[in-house]
């Protein structure tokens, strides 16, 4: 028998036993799946959490704020174009629609060997991973763990191209590589500890000129996980890269910053064949399984398109959402810079 | 073979009504047992149902108290009883379930029901106001975006929103087709009526659709009202009083041995009404998810509870998954004895011929070679001198493609009392089916009776009698109330049928003008533990006068059995004979299509021929890699060729009085439009329009129809219709002449008679009820074969021409289609916007054959990874490019009807149109399907 309790105030929600719900887009299918059991604490009736607002020229995401919000939002659109770019390109219009910040960041892995009765492996307490000696067509290149699920959050690969603040409440505040560790212990997802409940994340301020763009490659045109995604944000002036943020999702049990890209980039001429050699060490360091080296040539080809679409000034992925979708939720509210 | 052993032992018999077992000597044997006493459980395993909830629906306010674990697609359907809104996955991938919260789509099977509170709530019921339409589901209606309508509430009301979002911000602005499939990127349709689902959506949003003026117009569909507006009531909608729910329990091995199936911690379990062996005496599991036994239980948490009790004492045993290890030197066989390898699961669509076993390996299946050794010469002359003419030898390799219609298989059986059943079946044939039934059960054959009103897609995996059906009718028996059995996302992708993987070895051999010497073709099926996948067959329908050694081997392994697919054998067979060919056309430095011209006598394809050399876009193709940047466009061509089948007892029953015409037969409608068909045919005689035909299928009481497989359905009940209608419009014509005293001649809607007109209305106004049975007459000049089994293949296959544009991204490895041309012969076209649908869809299916889907297995265990529409990737509407058929209708004189269906056809040629179209752009040639970017990349870098 499971129960589920529907807290008023962010203080009751806190640090009770079982597991928080958002929007419920990941969590009722692992719901169904057993893979989450015990009671659940819904956070429908916990105001204050879904609203995007400007802090002393930094964007606020709230945790409850959706997806579809985050992608339409103006603000998000014309300052952080990586970021709506991203939220846009994630899952289907109906997921999105309920699909929250704080969920999507914290959403656990996709592997089809953890997403399926009777899993066993370690993520669902097991000893082993069975993607690692089975089929792992569609996992890490950067062999970082024992877990080679690729981390399933596009939202965090974006994220990671900025300075971000990830606040808890229940617990200290985060960046995102402390919420998600080194990758080494296999059996979390993230490393807040039970209870906490993340409130919001504090995205640093945009560069002046910043020119952005999200690449991810996939088979079908829409509405599938990316086999690799990649973050590019540059400010260029006079003709050169004053900084550049290179992060990448699908190729480790962790989004990626690729620091190499990023030094082969600042302070050079912003053209053809900076990005080129700056693409073409992308998969350095990488450690493909069996079956993943493919997705080193296709980092490097993602990563080249991002640049070059950042470059061209084109801040959204190969499929712009053109009419913006509302959210069911409360619209979000801004203050302008 | 020893049968389950429950707790109180195996009585045969019906002891104290607690055991029961059925079956003639010649039926497998059913051992069941009921719960004793069967208790309700206080609270259901998801605990109490405490959370009230307010919020309204449909524009009515609700207040409804739910358990924790309730979702809005569960408060939807069952609470509510709207079942407009569909389940076909149950994790986010589909959009079937798609309901509008406060005015956005969201897939209600991932919202938990807590979230309505306080919300407004609209289901495709509550669209429109009662008895009207939303401007989008006109649209639906009259643009033809359906086929089998499972899909349609769920894109209706995903559609809805972007119309109305659309029309705020553009006006009677169209959006174009790519905005439109973003919108519309969260809904799949397996029938893949995309086309018209974006030219619906894009018409309804400028405005084509509002409320006209006068009534209605009919759709170019006959039941499309039905389907647009939920009120279609599918399987899985059959809600019957005291209905159990029926779950079965798999084996979680590839390979292993059952000792003992204990299921009497599971029957004492509230709740828990019954329990169904489906081992039918067989002790050896032989893939993962292998049925072992059903539960019949109060709802499904109670029944997948009771099914985690059962007991399973197992000999765990090493595995074979794939052809590799079956096919490996020493590899223990998975049927060992000649007794086991008679239980072997059939594949095929006909009978088993019996063929030798080496280990793992049947076959050859060599039957339809012909000039056998001539072929094996010109392979092996051109060997030694390579240039006498072309030889082109190559390995192709195809995957495991599954069925995934969107309704998954589903059952509710009910007896009515001990010798008579009801069973509401998502199925492909009522009528076969309700014999299969009376047979199976030993049961009068009208006292079982079969219900298919509407079928959610069937695409062959829905032909015979299934074990969800077997589970159902025998739980419903033991528990002596309704049982539903409706497979879940994970089992339809495991159990519910696959097209076989395939590896072709195939030489073709031409002279050195171009004239076909010979194929030599051997072809192993990765059909799991299944046998009889023939393939190499169908080479006998193309370029029919070339010397052909043609041979099928089955190599069986611990791995989930095949169905007949769509075009069973066919789209791994094109793959690689029609590549072949382009292959041997670019050597020959020749024009595809008159290079097949040399090769090809069949007149029907001849016509598509000369059709494809007249379109600007094939002559004016570019040459080969022209592209050399990032991104390369190609042009491929393939042909096909498919036999066409009639059901020789088909007949459409007509009944006609005071209250109009009615038209019946037991046929059903999986997406193909039967209704449509009967109706045209029967007002075309009589000179109505096809809604004044009252059309009543999906019923095994009706009259024999036939079975919707092998594209038989129109061919078989086109002529039966017309004759039935003939023979009411004739004895029409005599009550007009006794009433007018002068012979009249039929016109549309009566009888011209030197009076004036009498219209059926008026002769059948003071007629006592008229009855007529039209049946299917045989063509002239025969069939191919004579019927078999109720089933007769023609003389006259019908040909497809397929002509297919792709982009490569040959820095990301991505295909993407752009434009693609279809030229048909299949006859005479009864409906054509349907017809056109119908074939989109094939070559949409084929799309997602070459370029996305993939069963995949793990290795090391046989489990299935692929469980979902997440991972089992079927096209989605932004994939398809855009879309021309092209009918060419003459040249079927002798085929009474003149129509050969086209289900089929339509599918077989795609693939190889890509892959000749992705070597065309890049020079790369692919040879294993599907072209997923890692295999892309791979031959594009050599
Ligand atoms: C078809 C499909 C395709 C998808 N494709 C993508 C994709 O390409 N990229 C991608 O990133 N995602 C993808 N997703 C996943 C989707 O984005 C996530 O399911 C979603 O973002 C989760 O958000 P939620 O609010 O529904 O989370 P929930 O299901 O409510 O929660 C998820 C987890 O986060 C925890 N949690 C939620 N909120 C908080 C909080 N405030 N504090 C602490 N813990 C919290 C919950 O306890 C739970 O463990 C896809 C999903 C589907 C169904
Ligand atoms: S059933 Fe909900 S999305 Fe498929
Ligand atoms: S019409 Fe879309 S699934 Fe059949």
Redesign the interface.
């Known amino acids: ?4 309790e ?1 807290p008023t105030t962010l203080d009751a929600a806190l640090g009770r036993p079982g597991e928080l ?1 958002a929007g ?2 990941d969590l ?2 692992r ?2 799946l057993d893979l989450s059991r015990g009671t ?1 604490i ?1 956070l ?1 009736d916990v105001p204050g959490l879904d609203a995007i607002t400007w802090r002393e020229g930094q964007l606020h995401l709230g945790a409850l704020v959706t997806l ?1 919000a985050v992608a339409a939002h103006p603000d998000v659109r014309a300052r952080y174009p990586a970021v709506a770019a991203t939220a846009a390109a994630v ?5 999105r ?2 699909a929250t910040v704080g969920g999507n960041l914290l959403q656990h892995v ?1 592997c ?2 953890y ?4 899993a066993d492996c370690l993520k669902s307490g097991g000893s082993g991973c ?1 993607a690692r ?3 792992h ?1 569609f996992h890490a290149c950067f062999d970082l763990g024992p877990c080679v699920a690729p981390h399933p959050s596009s939202l965090a690969t974006a994220l990671l191209a900025y300075e971000v603040r990830v606040e808890v409440a229940g617990d200290r505040e985060h960046t995102l590589a402390s919420l998600y560790g080194d990758g080494s212990d296999a059996r979390r997802h993230h490393m807040l500890p039970p209870g906490a409940l993340l409130t919001g994340v504090l995205l640093g301020p945009p560069l002046a000129g910043e020119q952005a763009a999200y690449v991810r ?9 990316p ?1 690799v995604e990649v973050v590019v944000r540059l400010a260029v002036a006079a003709g050169r890269i004053d900084t550049a943020r290179v992060t990448v999702g699908g190729v480790a049990n962790l989004p990626l910053r690729l620091a190499a890209v990023e030094a082969l980039l600042v302070g050079k001429p912003a053209h053809e064949a900076t990005l080129a050699a700056a693409a073409a060490v992308a998969a350095e360091g990488a450690k493909p399984l069996t079956h993943t080296a ?2 080193l ?2 980092l490097r ?2 990563v ?2 991002a640049l070059e679409r950042a470059l061209a000034h084109t801040p959204t992925a190969a ?1 712009p ?3 913006p ?4 939720d409360k619209p979000a509210t801004a203050e302008p810079t | 073979m020893s049968p389950p052993i429950s707790r109180r032992g195996i009585l045969r018999g019906t002891l104290g009504g607690g055991t029961v077992l059925v079956g003639e000597s010649c039926a497998p044997k059913i051992v069941g047992e009921r719960a004793e006493a069967p208790s309700l459980p206080a ?1 259901g ?3 109490p149902a ?2 009230a909830l307010e919020f309204t629906v449909n524009g009515a306010a609700r207040s409804i108290t739910v358990d ?2 309730r ?1 809005a697609l569960e408060l939807v359907r069952r609470d509510l009883g709207l079942t407009g809104c569909k389940e076909a996955c ?4 589909c ?1 079937a379930c ?1 309901v509008l ?7 209600a ?4 029901a ?2 309505l ?1 306080r ?1 407004k709530l609209v289901t495709v019921e509550g669209l429109a106001p009662a008895g009207e339409l939303h401007p989008v589901q006109r649209a639906f209606m009259a643009e033809d975006a359906l086929q089998c309508g499972f899909c349609t509430p769920g894109f209706v009301v ?1 559609a809805s929103a972007f119309y109305t ?2 029309r705020a ?1 553009h006006g009677d602005a169209e959006p174009d087709r ?2 439109v ?7 799949l349709c397996r029938c893949a009526a995309y086309d018209g689902i974006i030219r619906a959506v894009q018409k309804a949003s400028s405005g084509a659709y509002e409320k006209p003026p006068g009534p209605e117009p009919a759709p170019p569909r006959y039941d499309a009202r039905d389907k647009v507006t939920g009120a279609a009531k599918y399987t899985v909608d059959v809600q019957l009083p005291g209905q159990l729910e029926g779950k079965i329990l798999r084996s ?1 091995h590839a390979h292993a041995r059952v000792r003992k199936v204990d299921w009497s911690k599971a029957l004492a379990l509230p709740g828990v009404f019954g329990a169904v062996d489906l081992l039918h005496g067989g002790t050896t599991l032989r893939f993962v998810g292998q049925e072992i036994a059903a539960i019949a239980a109060i709802d499904a948490r109670t029944a997948e509870a009771a099914l985690a009790a059962i007991e399973l004492d197992l000999e765990v045993l090493p595995p074979l998954v794939g052809m590799d290890a079956a096919r490996a030197p020493g590899a223990a066989p998975v049927y060992p004895t000649r007794n086991t390898r008679k239980s072997a699961p059939n594949a095929s669509e006909g009978p088993l011929l019996p063929l030798g076993w080496d280990g793992n390996v049947r076959g050859p299946f060599q039957l339809f070679s012909t000039a056998k050794l001539k072929a094996r010469r010109a392979v092996a002359r051109l060997r030694e001198a390579p240039a006498e003419g072309v030889l082109v030898e190559g390995t192709y390799k195809t995957q495991v493609q599954c069925h995934t219609a969107l309704e998954p298989h589903a059952c509710v059986a009910r007896w009515t009392d001990d010798d008579a059943v009801t069973v509401h079946l998502s199925t492909q044939g009522v009528h076969a089916v309700a014999e299969d039934i009376a047979e199976r059960w030993g049961l009068r054959r009208d006292r079982v009776r079969v219900l298919a009103p509407y079928v959610g897609g069937g695409f062959g995996a829905k032909v015979t009698l299934q074990l969800e059906c077997v589970a159902a009718v025998e739980l419903a028996r033991i528990t002596a109330r309704p049982v539903r059995v409706v497979l879940e996302r ?1 089992e339809e992708l495991t159990t519910g049928g696959l097209r076989p993987a395939q590896e072709i070895e195939l030489a073709v051999a031409t002279d050195r003008d171009g004239y076909l010497q010979g194929v030599t073709a051997r072809a192993f099926a990765d059909a799991g533990c299944s046998v009889g996948s023939t393939s190499t067959v169908l080479m006998r329908l193309m370029y029919a006068k070339a010397p052909k050694d043609i041979a099928d081997w089955d190599v069986v392994n611990h791995a989930p059995p095949g169905k007949p697919f769509r075009g069973p054998g066919g789209p791994p067979v094109f793959w690689a004979l029609e590549q072949a060919v382009d292959i041997a056309a670019e050597r020959l430095e020749l024009d595809p299509i008159l290079l097949r011209k040399r090769f090809d006598p069949n007149p029907a394809r001849n016509h598509l021929y000369d059709w494809a050399l007249s379109l600007k876009t094939w002559r004016e193709r570019q040459p080969a890699q022209s592209d050399r940047g990032r991104f390369r466009r190609g042009m491929g061509l393939a042909v096909g060729g498919w036999f066409y089948f009639v059901q020789p007892s088909a007949r459409v029953q007509i009944d006609a009085g005071p209250d109009g015409i009615v038209a019946s037969t037991a046929c059903q409608d999986i997406g193909n439009g039967t209704r449509t068909v009967i109706a045209a045919t029967v007002a075309a005689v009589l000179g109505l329009a096809p809604a004044d035909i009252k059309v009543e299928i999906g019923d095994s009481s009706l009259v024999p129809g036939p079975t919707s497989g092998g594209s038989r359905t129109t061919a078989s009940l086109v002529p039966a219709a017309t004759m039935a209608a003939e023979q009411l419009r004739d004895e029409l014509l005599e009550r007009a002449e006794q009433l007018v005293g002068a012979r009249g001649v039929a016109v549309p809607g009566g009888v011209r008679h030197p009076r004036g007109v009498v219209t059926w209305q008026q002769l059948l106004a003071g007629s006592p009820p008229l009855r007529f049975v039209g049946t299917r007459k045989r063509d002239k000049g025969g069939y191919f074969l004579p019927p078999m089994a109720d089933i007769a293949p023609g003389r006259y296959v019908a040909g497809s021409l397929q002509i297919i544009e792709v982009e490569v991204d040959t ?4 295909i ?1 289609v752009l434009r693609s041309h279809t030229g048909i012969a299949a006859g005479h076209i009864v409906a054509p916007a349907l017809a056109r649908s119908q074939a989109l869809g094939g070559v949409i299916q084929g799309i997602g054959y070459a ?2 889907e993939e069963r ?6 046989g ?6 529409l ?2 089992y ?1 079927i ?2 509407i ?2 398809i490019g855009e879309l021309d058929v092209h009918f060419v209708e003459d040249g079927y004189e002798r085929v009474n009807g003149r129509s050969v269906g086209l289900a089929e056809l339509v599918t077989l040629a795609p693939a190889a149109a890509i892959g000749n179209a992705v070597a065309h752009a890049t020079g790369f040639r692919p040879r294993e399907l ?1 072209l ?3 295999r892309v ?2 031959g594009l ?1 050599g």
Request: proline share 9%; charged share 30%; glycine share 10%.
């Open positions: 028998m499971t129960a589920l529907l719900r419920g887009t009722t299918e719901r169904r659940v819904d429908r579809a899952a289907t219009p109906q997921i629609a309920r996709r089809w060997y997403r399926r009765p009777g069975p000696s089975g089929d067509l490659a996939t088979s079908r045109a829409r509405a599938e996980w086999l493919y997705k040539d296709l080809g993602a080249l398109d499929t959402a053109k009419t979708e509302p959210s069911p | 609270v395993d998801a605990g405490s959370h924790p674990e979702t149950g994790h986010g991938a959009g798609s919260l406060d005015d956005v789509p969201v897939a099977c991932l919202l938990p807590v979230a509170h919300r995903a979002r659309w911000e790519d905005t499939a973003a919108a519309l990127a969260g809904n979680p994970r820095r990301l490895g991505k993407r370029l996305y995949r297995l793990d290795p090391n265990t489990a299935l990874l692929t469980g979902g997440e991972d990737r096209p989605g932004g994939d599907p997923r970017p890692d990349l791979q870098r």
